[in-house]
């Protein structure tokens, strides 16, 4: 099991940007997908991105296309998301979270961080 902690949100005006970060405690980081999802009030939890063990296979909801991008840094074990060109609608609670295999499945992610909030303001 990998715990991971997330941080990098706030307040931010609509066309701004902002990077998320999740940082990962475990010798196993790289074995991991590792996936971004958030949950916005009233609504159920949503897939954003993952991104494979490697780095160099990532895939987005279709919301955020050509908005944001996850990396990640297999040496610092942490993974990134970084958002650009905000809007009101991507104000949720931003989770990261860790699966043996690269999925868009909340149901195969077996770890999760604790979540950091972003709110987009107009």
């Known amino acids: 099991q990998v715990q991971l902690v997330e941080s990098g949100g706030g307040l931010v005006q609509a066309g701004g940007s902002l990077r998320l970060s999740c940082a990962a405690s475990?010798?196993?980081?790289?074995?991991?997908?590792m996936g971004w999802f958030r949950q916005a009030p009233g609504k159920e939890r949503e897939f954003v991105a993952v991104?494979?063990?490697?780095?160099?296979?990532?895939y987005y909801a279709d919301s955020v296309k050509g908005r944001f991008t996850i990396s990640r840094d297999n040496a610092k074990n942490t993974v990134y998301l970084r958002m650009d060109s905000l809007i009101p609608e991507d104000t949720a609670v931003y989770y990261c979270?860790?699966?043996?295999?690269?999925?868009?499945?909340?149901?195969?992610?077996?770890?999760w961080g604790q979540g950091t909030q972003v709110t987009v303001s107009s």
């Open positions: 991104i494979n063990r490697s780095g160099d296979s990532t």
């Open positions: 475990g010798r196993t980081f790289s074995s991991y997908a």
């Open positions: 979270a860790a699966s043996l295999s690269g999925t868009t499945l909340t149901s195969r992610y077996n770890s």
